[in-house]
């Protein structure tokens, strides 16, 4: 079941019990703001991966269900005590500290403790979720904590690229900086009732100050980039974005169109090429995912698979040549197949959100195709994008 949720708002799994070897009981909840508010499903799951689908979205675990188990009470009460508790933790040296100064007016320490102890609830999530994966991880075997580290470091790249397209400063110092500046607002708005104290109003709007210029310069780090982008586009003559077409007289082309023959003859079997021989000149995205919604480029697409065809438990990884829908582009695929001794649930764990396929299918097809060697002990597994 994939868990979605912004800043912690949405659906999430929370109370986690260790089970069998590789696998965890969660309860999946309603939350806000990372509170877990109503229970809607309990099940014995797998860890599969992390969905990180879009920077926006938090970082949350990808879990195959197993077996669906009924909610448990006990269940249910340790999460709402842990709920309440971390609350406490989070919230309270920061409330501690506006109830000490509810009818006077801050010292200038008091009022640096607050600032500082605005930023402590993102601390004790962190921990929270630390934790969480303390017990997921507990469970696994050596293969699936290998699986799953390259999985994540995978994920972590693709978000780091997707939040670095519309912003410039790192993620972190952009939320510090919102809870910092949120402290200021809320005092500042009851200031009269404290007693004006000069360094402590001098000390809020600077920090109000701060926590404003900081997603100011993001934004203008932004269009100075997009500036930069747009002049190299006008002197270089070109669009960042690769030509829709490869060239018709390439001799990567030729060398593709020579080796699958009259793809348009269905009498005969699919042709299965290289990833070197679809991949290399190719910049038709046409040819390849085209219905992805965050498409990427033949060249990412080729990068991604040849990570995969690198690991140990892959023997190879191939392209089935479907058709040629322009007589001047580039022959399309809608399958890949792996050839691989591991099971399509750790394979998964190679392919990132943006790359998901449709379907996974099994080998040989419905359709005929161009054999394909399987050693002994392994199997080929498609992923085909409708």
């Known amino acids: 079941m994939r868990t979605i949720s912004i800043y912690g708002t949405g659906i999430r799994s929370y109370g986690y019990e260790p089970d069998l070897p590789g696998s965890v009981i969660a309860t999946f909840w309603l939350s806000v703001l990372f509170v877990p508010l109503v229970p809607l499903r309990r099940a014995k799951c797998r860890y599969v991966g992390e969905s990180t689908t879009d920077p926006n979205f938090d970082t949350v675990s990808l879990l195959d269900e197993v077996e669906r188990l009924p909610i448990s009470l006990l269940s249910i009460t340790k999460t709402y005590s842990l709920a309440i508790a971390a609350i406490i933790v989070a919230l309270g040296p920061v409330a501690v500290m506006l109830v000490r100064f509810h009818n006077r007016a801050a010292t200038f320490v008091e009022f640096v403790l607050t600032l500082l102890f605005s930023a402590w609830p993102v601390g004790v999530i962190i921990l929270l979720e630390k934790r969480e994966r303390e017990i997921m991880e507990a469970t696994w075997t050596t293969d699936h904590a290998e699986a799953v580290a390259a999985a994540r470091m995978a994920s972590k790249r693709f978000k780091e690229e997707q939040w670095s397209r ?26 009269q009732q404290w007693g004006a104290n000069v360094e402590v109003i001098f000390l809020l709007a600077s920090a109000g100050l701060a926590a404003g210029v900081v997603a100011m310069a993001d934004r203008v780090l932004v269009y100075r980039r997009r500036a930069r982008e ?12 690769p030509s829709p077409l490869p060239l018709p007289d390439s001799a990567e082309r030729r060398r593709l169109l020579a080796r699958i023959g009259d793809i348009n003859d269905f009498s005969k079997p699919r042709p299965l090429v290289s990833l070197e021989e679809f991949f290399e000149g190719n910049d038709d995205r046409s040819s390849i995912g085209y219905n992805l919604s965050d498409q990427p480029t033949p060249a990412e697409f080729y990068k991604m698979l040849r990570t995969i065809r690198d690991q140990p438990e892959v023997a190879n990884v191939v392209v089935e040549v479907k058709d040629i829908e322009d007589p001047d582009g580039w022959p399309s695929t809608d399958t890949i197949w792996i050839v691989s001794s591991l099971p399509r649930r750790d394979l998964e764990l190679f392919v990132p959100d943006r790359y998901r396929p449709d379907d996974w299918i099994a080998y040989p097809p419905e359709h005929a195709v161009e054999m394909l060697r399987v050693p002994i002990g392994m199997n080929a597994i498609g992923m085909w994008h409708d």
């Not at 519309?166 to 009851?190: D, Y």
């Not at 747009?230 to 974005?241: D, I, Y």
Request: charged share 15%.
């Open 230 to 241: 747009r002049l190299h586009e006008e002197q270089v003559g070109t669009a960042l974005e």
């Open 166 to 191: 519309s912003h410039v400063l790192p993620e972190w110092l952009l939320l510090c900086s919102l809870a910092v500046g949120m402290v200021p607002g809320f005092v500042i708005a009851r200031w």
